[in-house]
């Protein structure tokens, strides 16, 4: 079983950056891939950034060139690093793990979420 804890969020003027972290208890190793989405404030989750288990990376539009996603399976931490932030990429971060094997969901696990306020 995965356990997942996002840190990292706050508060930040526009043009800011953050690096949010998941951490995993287990490990994500076996996690073929890792998400981070968001909730802004009276919206529906979106899938933010998503970063396989071979390293493969991809990006909303939204964030392309302004986010990175990375993953240390040594540390079972996946990161977001935000630059260039701006006041509509306010939301409720969530870290997400997910495992499936010949086309079957094995697990799906999320985090609590952490806060993240950009500020005009």
């Known amino acids: 079983q995965v356990q997942l804890v996002e840190s990292g969020g706050g508060l930040v003027q526009a043009g800011g950056s953050l690096r949010l972290s998941c951490a995993a208890s287990?490990?994500?190793?076996?996690?073929?891939?890792m998400h981070w989405y968001r909730q802004p404030p009276g919206k529906q989750r979106e899938l933010v950034a998503t970063?396989?288990?071979?390293?493969?990376?991809n990006y909303a539009d939204s964030v392309k060139g302004r986010f990175t996603i990375s993953r240390d399976n040594a540390k079972n931490t996946v990161y977001l690093q935000m630059n260039s932030l701006k006041p509509e990429d306010t939301g409720v971060y969530y870290c997400?793990?997910?495992?499936?094997?010949?086309?079957?969901?094995?697990?799906?696990?999320w985090g609590q979420g952490t806060q993240v306020t950009v500020s005009s």
């Open positions: 970063i396989t288990s071979g390293g493969s990376t």
């Open positions: 997400n793990a997910v495992r499936t094997t010949y086309g079957i969901e094995r697990y799906n696990y």
């Open positions: 287990g490990s994500i190793f076996s996690a073929n891939f």
